[in-house]
């Protein structure tokens, strides 16, 4: 399996422009997390589905973003209008099953507002 | 909302030393989690510990767990300059869950 896959690697935008996150989990595994990296606060769980369902999107920042999986094999994340504090690095992860424990992590998608 | 921390933030040190890093964690778990971070790369799973487990070995890893002073410990035996990297201890984000939250890492830096 080619893992779990993130698009686009590296997205420089304007503020008040719409970026969107992609994101290709392991096929078979039926959780999927959006995780968000920076230096200030470390690695934070934005949002995460079973079976294609937003379970806990309590660690959404804001209105401004959202996260849909329209099917097992393709979640997107949306920022719109994006702002210079949402510069990071936005990280998708899955696995199968909560009880493993395991999360399997794509490369990240790095943006940058200006 | 964060639940684990890893002590000390940075660390470095020679190659062939051993690095130990530490977690210390808020509430009951059922299950703690190590993953390593390559710069630039996304968190890769390296062991897990689940909370009726004291020690757990791979390879020239060895992680503790103590429930009693919710701490948990990654040694690396042998370090070689490609164990570089960040190291991030998880834990479920309340008791019965299993959903990792990650602390903000130990940086790991060995020296050739």
């Known amino acids: 399996d080619a893992g779990v896959i993130q698009s686009p690697r590296h997205e420089v935008t304007e503020m008040g422009q719409e970026v969107t996150l992609r994101c290709k989990p392991i096929?078979?595994?039926?959780?999927l997390f959006w995780y968000r990296q920076t230096m200030m606060r470390g690695l934070e769980l934005l949002i995460y589905f079973n079976n294609n369902v937003p379970i806990d999107d309590s660690g959404m920042p804001e209105d401004r973003f959202s996260a849909k999986m329209p099917n097992a094999s393709f979640s997107t994340l949306k920022i719109q209008p994006s702002e210079p504090r949402d510069s990071a690095v936005y990280f998708c992860?899955?696995?199968?099953?909560?009880?493993?424990?395991?999360?399997?992590f794509g490369e990240g998608s790095r943006l940058t507002v200006l | 909302s964060q639940q684990g921390e890893e002590d000390p933030q940075a660390l470095s040190i020679q190659e062939g030393e051993n690095a130990t890093m530490n977690c210390s964690y808020k509430t009951s778990i059922n299950n703690l989690q190590w993953y390593r971070q390559n710069s630039g790369r996304g968190l890769v799973h390296l062991i897990l510990?689940?909370?009726?487990?004291r020690e757990k070995h791979s390879g020239r890893l060895r992680v503790t767990l103590d429930t009693s002073k919710k701490s948990s410990s990654l040694l690396i035996t042998a370090s070689r300059a490609a164990d570089t990297a960040s190291y991030f201890c998880?834990?479920?984000?309340?008791?019965?869950?299993?959903?990792?939250?990650f602390g903000r890492g130990t940086s790991l830096i060995v020296h050739p």
């Open positions: 992860a899955s696995t199968q099953g909560a009880g493993t424990g395991e999360l399997f």
């Open positions: 096929s078979g595994h039926d959780y």
């Open positions: 510990i689940r909370s009726n487990e």
């Open positions: 998880a834990t479920p984000a309340s008791g019965g869950s299993y959903i990792p939250t």
